[in-house]
Structures are given as C-alpha cells and as structure tokens.
C-alpha cells in the first residue's frame, strides 16, 4: 500500500549536516525529492563524535532521542541539557545548541517536523503500540529486536534500524517478537496534519 513505508539500511542516505560539522544519516524526507532547506517531515541518525554545534533549522520542531552511547551535553544560550540513553528531548530546531559527547562517541535518532504543517503529538522510546483510527503519520524505528507490526490487520517483520512509516490508517499494532526486555525498544512518533 502506498501510505505504508518499510524502510531498511539500503534506502538509508548519508550526507554531511547543513552547517558541515559533521554527517548524518537521512532515513526519511517528506515530501519526496525534499532537500534538508524544505522538508515538512525528516528522520535521520547523527553521530557525535566531537564537540559541534547543531545545524539550524527555523520552524522546525525536534525530538532528539539517544540510541547509543554514555551521553550527549546539549548547551543552548540559557541552559545546559544531559541526554541520557533512550531518552528524547523537544527543542526548537531554529536554536543550535552545541552538542558535547559524554566519555565516548554517541549516536542520536532525529525527528524533525516543520510546524506549518502539522503538530508532533509525541516521540518517545516505547516497548509497544496499539493504536485505532489514526489520523496523520505514524512512524516507527526499531532500536533493538526483531518486531511485530500490524496495520490495518497485515503484519510484517522489522528488524533492528529499520523503520515503518504510515500515512492516516485505521490501525496499528506494533511489539517486539522476544519477550526479552532488552531486546525491544523503538521510537515512535505521531504527527497530525495541519487543520
């Protein structure tokens, strides 16, 4: 189905960040053909390897979750952030904090949405999803595990930093095939459209 998207590493598409300071993994942008100026909707996963300020991008809205690591320092003008592992924090995405590795390299999911059109609902590290009548995109990247996703009652596999994106469904129903704590977690997002 076209409003149904499984996307692996392959369809995954490396490029340098918009100020230069480093690269980033582009997952998903929306519309398609966007660039990293246009984007209504973008997923990508950053390495911080070094002390570099984040690229600003005005209007949009960003949940920065951390995948891997000890932890990301996120200093803004008025205020210092400590992310910790599996932990997402919402920032303006206008603003550039500098972002500072804890002990280490680390590793950051990105969700970005610019907020003339539509409003992110939420993101958050989860264990499990069941949803009905849904309005809006719903996207889905698998940390750990091997996982379960049904929607609108087809199921399929997604495996470890793959992702799901869909688009205004009646439902969805997603969980880790181990009962292993540790071996299922992902991010999840909802976003609806603009009125």
């Given at each position: 189905?076209?409003?149904?998207?499984?996307?692996?590493?392959?369809?995954?598409?490396?490029?340098?960040?918009?100020?230069?300071?480093?690269?980033?993994?582009?997952?998903?942008?929306?519309?398609?053909?966007?660039?990293?100026?246009?984007?209504?909707?973008?997923?990508?996963?950053?390495?911080?390897?070094?002390?570099?300020p984040?690229s600003?991008?005005?209007?949009?809205?960003?949940?920065?979750?951390?995948?891997?690591?000890?932890?990301?320092?996120?200093?803004?003008?008025?205020?210092?952030?400590?992310?910790?592992?599996?932990?997402?924090?919402?920032?303006?995405?206008?603003?550039?904090?500098?972002?500072s590795p804890?002990?280490?390299?680390?590793?950051?999911?990105?969700?970005?949405?610019?907020?003339?059109?539509?409003?992110?609902?939420?993101?958050?590290?989860?264990?499990?999803?069941?949803?009905?009548?849904?309005?809006?995109?719903?996207?889905?990247?698998?940390?750990?595990?091997?996982?379960n996703v049904?929607?609108?009652?087809?199921?399929?596999?997604?495996?470890?930093?793959?992702?799901?994106?869909?688009?205004?469904?009646?439902?969805?129903?997603?969980?880790?095939e181990?009962?292993?704590?540790?071996?299922?977690?992902?991010?999840?997002?909802?976003?609806?459209?603009?009125?």
């Open positions: 189905m076209k409003n149904i998207r499984h996307l692996c590493q392959r369809d995954y598409e490396v490029k340098p960040w918009k100020n230069g300071q480093g690269m980033t993994t582009d997952i998903c942008l929306l519309p398609p053909g966007a660039s990293h100026e246009e984007f209504q909707f973008r997923v990508s996963l950053s390495d911080i390897d070094r002390v570099a984040f600003a991008f005005p209007g949009v809205d960003r949940f920065i979750t951390m995948i891997q690591g000890n932890g990301v320092e996120l200093e803004f003008e008025r205020e210092s952030i400590l992310l910790s592992i599996n932990q997402t924090y919402h920032f303006d995405s206008g603003l550039c904090p500098v972002g804890i002990d280490g390299n680390a590793q950051v999911l990105n969700v970005m949405f610019r907020r003339n059109a539509g409003t992110m609902n939420d993101c958050h590290v989860t264990s499990g999803i069941e949803e009905l009548d849904l309005n809006g995109k719903r996207f889905l990247f698998v940390i750990s595990g091997v996982w049904t929607i609108n009652d087809e199921s399929q596999s997604v495996k470890t930093w793959e992702s799901v994106l869909a688009d205004n469904i009646e439902s969805m129903v997603c969980y880790p181990s009962e292993s704590e540790s071996e299922g977690l992902a991010i999840y997002a909802s976003i609806s459209p603009s009125n």
